[in-house]
């Protein structure tokens, strides 16, 4: 069965420090995406990432920047000098390939970015 | 712009009461889907529909229907057998269901009362 952990509920930081938000997922599939959404508190959810399992190449894209590891099922996300307006619940989702509905979510972690 | 549009932004029901949400989408999307999220949980799948007419059970459908006429609309009724209907509702769409991009709505948050 597929699983998503978050284990952190709520990080607080500062502006200008950078975070890092953790993500482990389970799968028996060989192949799979992973995903990293944003909800501010808007209620839309921004999506940030996607990758697939046979790319374990980590990518940066501006303050963003991701961590794929499958030999411990993480995907870590980071943002570097992070600003108030990254405060928002971010998500990190999986889902197993020719399954387009089998797309199960974490639970979220709460980021709030001090001034 | 393409998107999707949901409303309301905010709905109180009162308990025993049925109550339609909507979401349109202009985006040409065949697949669209609804999930409930709650406080400190990740979405739960509802219901999703693959193209007009047809739609499937999800994760947690009891207490809700759907209904997909048209390729642009996908209303979600809750209704008074769903015990615990106050939840934050997003309703997404893909362009296919082998899609892997989903695109959002900014969803109903519906309140019991």
């Known amino acids: 069965a597929q699983k998503v952990t978050q284990a952190q509920t709520e990080i607080s930081v500062v502006e200008k420090e950078d975070v890092t938000l953790d993500c482990v997922y389970e799968?028996?599939?060989?192949?799979?995406?992973l995903f990293w959404y944003k909800q501010p508190p808007s209620g839309e959810l921004v999506f940030l990432i996607r990758?697939?399992?046979?790319?374990?190449q980590n990518e940066i894209s501006g303050r963003y920047s991701w961590n794929f590891q499958k030999s411990t099922s993480s995907f870590n996300f980071t943002i570097t000098a992070s600003q108030v307006v990254d405060s928002a619940v971010y998500f990190c989702?999986?889902?197993?390939?020719?399954?387009?509905?089998?797309?199960?979510f974490g639970p979220g972690t709460r980021l709030s970015v001090l001034p | 712009d393409g998107g999707i549009t949901q409303s309301p932004k905010y709905l109180f029901r009162k308990e025993g009461q049925n109550v339609t949400l909507s979401c349109e989408q202009n985006?040409?999307?065949?697949?669209m889907y609804w999930y409930r999220q709650d406080p400190g949980q990740g979405l739960r799948l509802i219901y999703y529909?693959?193209?007009?007419?047809?739609?499937q059970k999800g994760d947690i459908a009891e207490g809700y229907s759907v209904s997909r006429e048209k390729k642009e609309s996908f209303p979600l009724t809750v209704t008074s057998a769903q015990k615990n209907p106050t939840a934050f509702y997003l309703c997404?769409?893909?362009?296919?269901?082998?899609?892997?991009?989903?695109?959002f709505g900014s969803g109903t948050r519906l309140t019991v009362v």
């Open positions: 989702a999986l889902s197993e390939a020719g399954y387009g509905q089998n797309f199960v």
């Open positions: 990758r697939n399992s046979f790319d374990e």
């Open positions: 529909s693959q193209i007009v007419n047809d739609f």
């Open positions: 799968t028996r599939d060989t192949t799979y995406y």
């Open positions: 997404a769409s893909t362009r296919t269901m082998n899609s892997y991009g989903y695109t």
């Open positions: 985006l040409n999307h065949d697949a």
